[in-house]
């Protein structure tokens, strides 16, 4: 038999299954990430290969009535036992029905993550056609999301988690740090009705600068830093894996990456973690291979803006935007890394910085401080000067 890889992946995988149990077999390759995964699900992990107990045989009578019971057409398999349960959310409100939002509500309503889904946009009939549209598509996706659109804010009452898309996109040749006097603006409007309507809400910022929005966000809400997340590493984190896979030539769901720090120049793709089926980046490719993979990390947003002209990425913050909201609701384990008011993890305090998290129902849970090189920690702590420089201006 060929030997495996075992990822992150597969412990989630079996802890889901209710498997508490892996047998390593000589030559399987275990990740490092899945080692911790296992330490925090408690799946064990043994080796093999193990003794099988011998099958007991039954007699003929037995298999007969055996037989009969399950040709009972009241008879159905029994369902496997879930170490867990997916929650699903209550009510999502997106505010910005522009191509993210939109994918948003796509995404959650056919895979049927929110009981209730409520678009809002400025642009009147906007989010209205777009609520009618994917409720028609119900009939087709089986969705059983309620879902409605709208002009007012008012529309974010009872959000248990909100969405924030609204704001100016970047056009081409303008930076996140142009959008910052632009979209405050609109974040503190936002803001203003989450807390009035919504004070429990954990809430979701995309709007760019997305660190600088995300204080933005805390201050006018004056919410608990675990209430308000931004999602960038989830979407940069992605991009990266993306890059390493096709420059190693490799699927995807072979690369195990993460990228940490700002949503913009200040970006830190973590290297030292990263691995291409298990292994260290440098058995598959050549240092500066590896550094055109970061760089194509960093400018990843900017590409898309230079082709479409007039806007920016859609489908790939929306699925990354659905990869937290899945965390929060337990139907993904492990850390993802978000935007984070930091009190001391990694030696930051008073500025928001993507770094890993554990979220749950609440938010965020914990900030989980992973081993990282010396020049990664530093790229870290440049980051949050740079972002507190830009919100001083």
Request: neutral net charge; proline residues 5%; contains cysteine.
């Amino acid at each position: 038999m060929a030997a495996r890889v075992i990822g992150s992946e597969h412990i989630t995988d079996a802890a889901q299954r209710g498997r508490r149990t892996i047998e390593i077999l000589p030559g399987d390759i275990v990740t490092p990430t899945a080692r911790e995964s296992a330490e925090r699900l408690r799946v064990r992990l043994v080796d093999g290969p193990l003794e099988r107990p011998v099958a007991i045989e039954a007699d003929g009578a037995t298999a007969a009535r055996r037989s009969l019971y399950r040709r009972n057409p009241k008879w159905t398999s029994p369902r496997p036992h879930s170490a867990r349960s997916n929650s699903k959310i209550s009510r999502l409100a997106l505010v910005g029905a522009g191509g993210v939002g939109t994918a948003v509500a796509h995404l959650a309503a056919s895979q049927n993550i929110a009981s209730e889904i409520a678009l809002i946009d400025v642009v009147p009939g906007l989010a209205e056609s777009i609520s009618l549209d994917l409720s028609h598509a119900s009939g087709i996706t089986g969705s059983q999301a309620t879902i409605t659109g709208g002009t007012s804010l008012s529309l974010v009452a009872d959000a248990q988690v909100v969405v924030v898309t609204a704001g100016r996109p970047r056009t081409p040749g303008m930076s996140r740090a142009d959008l910052l006097q632009i979209n405050r603006r609109v974040v503190r409007q936002v803001a203003e009705a989450v807390r009035t309507s919504a004070p429990n809400a954990v809430v979701i910022v995309v709007t760019n600068p997305l660190d600088e929005m995300t204080v933005e966000m805390l201050r006018a809400t004056q919410f608990p830093r675990n209430q308000v997340l931004g999602m960038a590493g989830t979407l940069d984190s992605s991009r990266f894996r993306q890059a390493l896979a096709e420059a190693a030539g490799v699927a995807a769901a072979d690369v195990d990456a993460m990228t940490l720090g700002s949503h913009g120049d200040e970006m830190a793709p973590i290297v030292s973690r990263a691995r291409i089926r298990g292994r260290p980046l440098t058995d598959y490719l050549n240092a500066d291979a590896i550094q055109a993979c970061v760089q194509n990390a960093i400018t990843g947003g900017g590409q898309v803006v230079a082709l479409r002209k007039t806007g920016s990425a859609a489908l790939a913050p929306a699925h990354a935007i659905v990869e937290m909201i899945d965390h929060m609701r337990g139907a993904r384990a492990g850390l993802v890394p978000v935007s984070i008011m930091m009190e001391g993890e990694y030696g930051i305090e008073d500025v928001v910085l993507g770094v890993p998290c554990r979220l749950g129902l609440t938010g965020m849970l914990e900030v989980v401080d992973i081993p990282l090189e010396d020049s990664e920690r530093e790229k870290l702590q440049a980051a949050a000067l740079a972002i507190r420089a830009r919100l001083a201006d």
